[in-house]
């Protein structure tokens, strides 16, 4: 396993020298997959992000909100291209969605950004301009983003604010709320932006 660059333990059952042994290729990875891997446990993914420098692609289950503000910095910040993460809050408070954010805001060359992988929860990550979306505007290059938080969170001026900001989106998918569904998917279409809404 010399030079590994790709690795996915999707579903695998995998021992506890797995980790030991991931760790040997952390300067060649540049991507991983390690979603329903048991042994990968939510406060490990934080010291993924800050050991592996040459992460392209990182498709990772639950992570708490906690151990994102508090991990070290994510050596991957400018290699990473495509992030999918499930990210639960202990408390459902903006301050520590905003700061959340802030974080995913320094991985500038972003290009996949897909959240909360179908578990619509009110401790999901909010994608709202109240939560501190704002801080987005850094991912110039960002062309897909999914996400399943909450429909109610996603309101007419965040859409607006997502299609001014990030001139590259190409397709949104999520869930949005019911009674201005319609418009926002219409505000994405005229944008050229392909929609799925649930």
């Not at 990182?58 to 910095?73: E, F």
């Not at 999918?84 to 969605?97: E, L």
């Not at 992988?117 to 939560?131: P, V």
Request: hydrophobic residues 40%; glycine residues 4%; aromatic residues 8%.
């Amino acid at each position: 396993m010399q030079d590994l660059k790709s690795l996915s333990v999707y579903t695998c059952e995998v021992g506890s020298c797995f980790l030991e042994a991931l760790y040997h290729h952390s300067q060649t990875l540049t991507s991983l997959d390690t979603t329903s891997c048991r042994v990968l446990t939510p406060s490990l993914v934080p010291k993924i992000l800050a050991s592996f420098p040459h992460l392209e692609s990182l498709r990772v289950d639950r992570v708490m909100d906690q151990d994102i503000i508090d991990g070290l910095p994510w050596v991957c910040e400018h290699s990473l291209k495509k992030l999918s993460i499930d990210i639960s809050f202990r408390i459902n408070d903006a301050d520590y969605h905003r700061q959340v954010l802030q974080r995913i805001s320094r991985v500038t060359h972003l290009k996949g950004l897909f959240l909360d992988r179908g578990r619509q929860t009110k401790k999901s990550l909010h994608l709202s301009l109240d939560n501190g979306l704002d801080q987005l505007a850094t991912l110039k290059q960002l062309e897909k983003l999914s996400f399943y938080f909450p429909a109610e969170t996603l309101g007419v001026r965040d859409a607006e604010w997502m299609i001014n900001n990030w001139k590259n989106l190409k397709d949104v998918k999520g869930y949005f709320r019911q009674d201005i569904k319609e418009e926002l998917v219409s505000m994405f279409i005229a944008a050229g932006i392909k929609c799925t809404a649930f």
